[in-house]
């Protein structure tokens, strides 16, 4: 069963805005994870949220967690062109065994 | 700073042959991982290693082996090959003591004709 269901699957945006991406997972989890991956290439690592953790930075990325709502949110601020690509929630439900949603399709529009 | 390298990037065999692909993962980095990512999937978690003992083992095929060495570089060994096998595989690392962080290879695309 898919346990990280990231929400939109799809979503188009101007330069400039905000991006907001949603995730859902099922079972209690050690950490969660953010990739981007851009068009057939390899993830990269955004940012780690702990389970005890309840929001995080990292530059234009801010990460929310809802252990409560089994829920998490990336939200990119000032997008631009390159943040064009997949991006992906995964979870570390123990044994640093990550498991991944089944990502977002974020397009910015310059 | 050291990335994960994986080799090759590209290959390309028939159905039924074997493949072999290799992961060096981050120096000083214990554990590793492999996935494998359809088209239009998204990654699939196959196998992972921890101080070269197989550690914990998802959706990898009887076909499918894998083993990590003595320096910590992993192959996948992949035999029998279908056109299902088609996909991009990804070799992750991450130290175990250290952060959950998995960092991610490039990832090799294996196209099977």
């Known amino acids: 069963s898919q346990q990280g269901e990231e929400d939109p699957q799809a979503l188009s945006i101007q330069e400039g805005e905000n991006a907001t991406m949603n995730c859902s997972y099922k079972t209690s989890i050690n950490n969660l994870q953010w990739y981007r991956q851009n068009s057939g290439r390899g993830l990269v690592h955004l940012i780690l949220i702990r389970s005890n953790e309840r929001e995080k930075h990292s530059g234009r990325l801010r990460v929310t967690l809802d252990t409560s709502k089994k829920s998490s949110s990336l939200l990119i601020t000032a997008s631009r062109a390159a943040d064009t690509a997949s991006y992906f929630c995964?979870?570390?439900?123990?044994?640093?065994?990550?498991?991944f949603g089944i990502g977002t399709k974020l397009q910015v529009i310059p | 700073a050291a990335g994960v390298i994986q080799s090759p990037r590209h290959l390309i065999k028939e159905k039924r042959e074997t493949a072999t692909l290799k992961c060096y993962p981050i120096p000083r980095h214990d554990t590793v991982y492999w996935y494998q990512q359809g088209p239009g999937q998204d990654p699939q978690f196959l196998i992972s290693f921890y101080e070269k003992m197989q550690s914990d083992k998802g959706s990898i095929p009887d076909r499918f082996s894998a083993q990590q060495f003595s320096d910590y570089h992993s192959e996948l060994n992949m035999s029998s090959l279908e056109l299902g096998d088609s996909a991009l595989y990804f070799c992750a690392s991450s130290l175990r003591t250290n952060t959950d962080t998995q960092y991610f290879g490039p990832g090799t695309r294996l196209t099977v004709l």
């Open positions: 995964a979870t570390d439900g123990g044994y640093q065994k990550v498991t």
